[in-house]
């Protein structure tokens, strides 16, 4: 089993920035991608970044684009998403996901992952 934890939520201005880490811990592998996704009230969780197991390969949604990037430190077992120009339509909470087989792509479907944390809470207020 995979734990994942997210944190750096928080209530931020539009305009401005949060970094999020998650941290992985149990049966962890560096050859797995690691995903984002959001769900704001009354909507479905959505594809927010994705990053596949080298870091060589990073997809972003078109709503993000520009705007928010992923990474990942494999020796601190982690994975990130910068956001900057943060808008109201942003507001959600984010999880972290990972897909447990190895060497897959960066996928951008929820579905594709089989482990998931449980969620940090991110406002930005107009």
């Known amino acids: 089993q995979v734990q994942l934890v997210e944190s750096g939520g928080g209530l931020v201005q539009a305009g401005g920035s949060l970094r999020l880490s998650c941290a992985a811990s149990?049966?962890?592998?560096?050859?797995?991608?690691m995903g984002w996704f959001r769900q704001a009230p009354g909507k479905e969780r959505e594809f927010v970044a994705s990053?596949?197991?080298?870091?060589?390969?990073?997809v972003h949604a078109d709503s993000v684009k520009g705007r928010f990037t992923i990474s990942r430190d494999d020796a601190k077992k982690s994975v990130y998403l910068e956001m900057n120009s943060l808008k109201p339509e942003d507001t959600a909470v984010y999880y972290c996901?990972?897909?447990?087989?190895?060497?897959?792509?960066?996928?951008?479907?929820?579905?594709?992952?089989?482990?998931w944390g449980q969620g940090t809470q991110v406002t930005v207020s107009s």
């Open positions: 990053i596949n197991w080298s870091g060589g390969t990073t």
């Open positions: 996901a990972a897909d447990r087989h190895s060497y897959a792509p960066a996928g951008v479907r929820a579905v594709q992952y089989e482990y």
């Open positions: 149990g049966r962890t592998s560096s050859t797995y991608a």
